[in-house]
């Protein structure tokens, strides 16, 4: 009896493609993605390139440069030291200190490390005071952080390793006296060697300096000041953005969807109720059904984010009730409602049945969540990664949002800062029309009911 039992819950599991999916299919999906999100962090050593860093050089010395070229030799990471070309500036001026800064404020570059004036003059010093290197970076991701002072560090060592070398004898005659003739002879020679680069130092191999660890050894050859881009000029409404920001748009943006899916489902309801044959066989045709229905949906889920953003403005500090912050949440908030409602009613009229709604639905959300940066943040995702998040409806939200809470220009006009929020309107207004004509076009099943 018991072997029949097992026979027959197997069929029914079988038959049932969306559960027989939920089953096997999302785990191995949820599994792929973390893997290679988080696959790579236990190895010790970070994607080459996976990090463009913006370098500034005020020093403008042999020694600032040769650090600044010692710091764009370690693999993990690419030093840009000015703006990508354009037609109207084919060849832009190098980053400035303020230029750096706009640069991470407005999310368009992670870190910028600044090297200031005196550098050369203080490098090597290990006794006395030391200009200190700037670190500019964005403070909603941790890792950057402590990664590129590692590689500072590292490539401090690497830079003018001659140099270091004066320093350090310099101490030592002081405290332990002059070296002889012979120890001297042996010093200029191995200094040298060092200035052609014919040392077999393990730190000049390529990748040697990879990771932030590597770096740690040398902490303290030179002095970091730790620098928020959020926090280092004040805004209009006299601070820098909430953290809670940052997260705020991924968690609201993923409910959203999910709410609007369970909304889609009213149109199977009613299907399996026969009360839309019975609205159709009136004068309410599909397109008002249809029309209807959306622009309900789309209410409620502007309410929706309305809803819980003042939550978070009343008791977490958001910083929304400003004209800009308003403005764009405005927007964004519009925009992405409608598309959202329309995601649901072309996820209902996909579906036969309620519970292939909720299947199905579970798995795309959860999916493009994951892509998208709802779940994981996408400074923690590999480069491909990001280009992926491109191609689902959380990527582009996200976007928006970040842009109107986080990464806004503090002294940008409310006008500029709407146009910036232009292509993030404009793909999902897309969106929403390509989720209708396709609603439309798979609800002509029903008006053959």
């Not at 072997?3 to 027989?20: H, S």
């Not at 490390?113 to 490098?123: I, K, L, N, Q, Y």
């Not at 006008?415 to 292509?423: E, F, H, K, R």
């Amino acid at each position: 009896m018991i072997r029949t039992l097992l026979a027959i819950n197997w069929l029914n599991l079988k038959r049932d493609r969306v559960a027989l999916g939920l089953t096997f299919v999302l785990p191995l999906v949820f599994f792929s993605i973390f893997a290679v999100i988080f696959g790579g962090m236990g190895s010790g050593s970070i994607a080459a390139g996976s990090m463009k860093v913006i370098g500034v050089d005020l020093d403008h010395t042999d020694v600032s440069r040769k650090f600044i070229d010692a710091l764009d030799g370690q693999d993990a990471i690419d030093i840009v030291t000015a703006p990508e070309p354009t037609e109207n500036e084919p060849e832009p001026e190098p980053f400035s200190r303020d230029s750096a800064l706009l640069a991470v404020r407005t999310g368009d570059r992670s870190v910028a490390v600044v090297v200031p004036e005196g550098f050369a003059a203080s490098f090597g010093n290990f006794g006395g005071d030391t200009a200190k290197v700037e670190l500019i970076h964005d403070p909603a991701n941790p890792l950057v952080q402590h990664i590129v002072s590692g590689l500072i560090q590292a490539s401090a060592m690497t830079a003018a390793p001659d140099i270091l070398l004066d320093g350090g004898l310099e101490h030592l005659e002081t405290f332990g006296g002059a070296l002889t003739p012979q120890q001297e002879q042996v010093v200029d020679t191995f200094k040298e060697m060092l200035k052609t680069g014919e040392s077999s130092s393990a730190a000049g191999e390529p990748g040697a300096a990879a990771t932030a660890e590597s770096g740690s050894a040398f902490a303290g050859l030179v002095e970091i000041e730790a620098v928020s881009a959020m926090e280092a000029e004040e805004d209009s409404a006299g601070g820098g953005p909430s953290i809670v920001s940052y997260y705020a748009a991924g968690i609201g943006v993923m409910f959203l969807l999910f709410s609007m899916a369970a909304a889609g489902a009213a149109l199977l309801e009613e299907e399996e109720s026969g009360t839309l044959e019975r609205l159709l066989s009136s004068r309410v045709g599909m397109q008002t059904l249809l029309a209807g229905n959306w622009l309900f949906y789309s209410a409620v889920g502007f309410a929706q984010l309305a809803v819980m953003f003042t939550w978070g403005a009343l008791v977490f500090d958001l910083d929304l009730f400003t004209p800009k912050h308003l403005a764009g949440f405005a927007a964004m908030s519009l925009v992405t409602a409608v598309a959202a409602a329309a995601f649901g009613i072309m996820l209902a009229a996909i579906c036969k049945s309620r519970a292939q709604l909720n299947g199905i639905s579970t798995v795309v959300i959860l999916v493009m969540s994951a892509l998208g940066g709802s779940m994981v943040p996408r400074f923690a995702m590999p480069e491909f990664m990001n280009t992926t998040a491109l191609f689902t409806f959380n990527g582009w939200a996200l976007d928006g949002y970040l842009k109107v809470f986080w990464y806004g220009d503090p002294a940008a006009t409310l006008l500029a800062s709407l146009l910036s929020l232009v292509p993030q309107l404009a793909v999902l207004a897309g969106m929403t029309i390509v989720f209708l004509v396709i609603a439309r076009v798979l609800a002509r099943r029903w008006e053959a009911v």
